[in-house]
């Protein structure tokens, strides 16, 4: 089974304040995705990353950044916390091009920008 | 038009019955379909794929129909333990970004 872990379930932070969401996965997969959940909004991509120091940009990648040194671990970094960044942060994994299998999430990170 | 488009709901149903949800997708060259389940403040988890033949893994019937580019989900003898959100997902040719839609939350009731 695929597993994918995220550093914390639950966050508080303020604003202004840098944060690190830490993912992990242990499939060897090549390709590793950050999304938001938002209430009537559905999941929307912020980065994605289809190998080690590669990245690209999602769909609303203002206010974030990504790091990705090995290939198992993909990090969001929200530089400077605003509070329109609270929400649900959800990482997911894909073994990567060519394959026709699906994505895999992570158990999530809820934060709270206050 | 979104790429991939769902039904919110709620679609309300009582125990037993059966109730399908529909997925639209707008780009003719998606390879790839799935089914997802999310319960409330969990992240999404697979739930089946999505073959041209159709697939049924117990309650659940999943069916794609490409030259009406949709996917449906159907559900018979629904369980209280049914109610969840259901996100499709699709994955076009060649591409690694899965699209999802929005999701059909659905309410089994006693």
């Known amino acids: 089974d695929v597993k994918v872990t995220q550093s914390s379930r639950y966050l508080v932070k303020r604003t202004g304040e840098k944060v690190f969401l830490e993912c992990v996965q242990d499939?060897?997969?090549?390709?590793m995705f950050w999304y938001r959940q938002d209430p009537g909004l559905g999941l929307r991509l912020i980065y994605f990353s289809y190998d080690v120091k590669m990245k690209e940009k999602g769909d609303i990648p203002e206010g974030y950044s990504v790091s990705r040194e090995k290939k198992e671990r993909f990090s969001l970094i929200l530089e400077s916390a605003s509070t329109n960044q609270t929400s649900m942060y959800l990482c997911a994994s894909h073994s990567g091009q060519g394959s026709t299998d699906t994505q895999y999430f992570g158990p999530g990170t809820r934060l709270t920008v206050l | 038009r979104k790429e991939v488009e769902q039904d919110p709901g709620p679609f309300n149903v009582p125990e037993g019955a059966t109730v399908a949800f529909n997925c639209t997708y707008s780009n003719s060259a998606s390879q790839s379909f799935f089914w997802y389940r999310q319960d409330c403040r969990k992240e999404p988890k697979l739930l089946m794929s999505v073959y041209s033949s159709g697939n049924e893994d117990g309650r659940f019937t999943a069916q794609l129909n490409r030259a009406s580019q949709y996917i449906s989900l159907l559900i018979r003898d629904s369980k209280l333990s049914d109610s969840a959100t259901y996100l499709c997902?699709?994955?076009?040719?060649?591409?690694?970004?899965?699209?999802f839609g929005t999701g059909t939350k659905l309410q089994v009731i006693p």
């Open positions: 997902a699709v994955i076009p040719w060649g591409y690694q970004k899965v699209t």
């Open positions: 499939m060897d997969h090549e390709n």
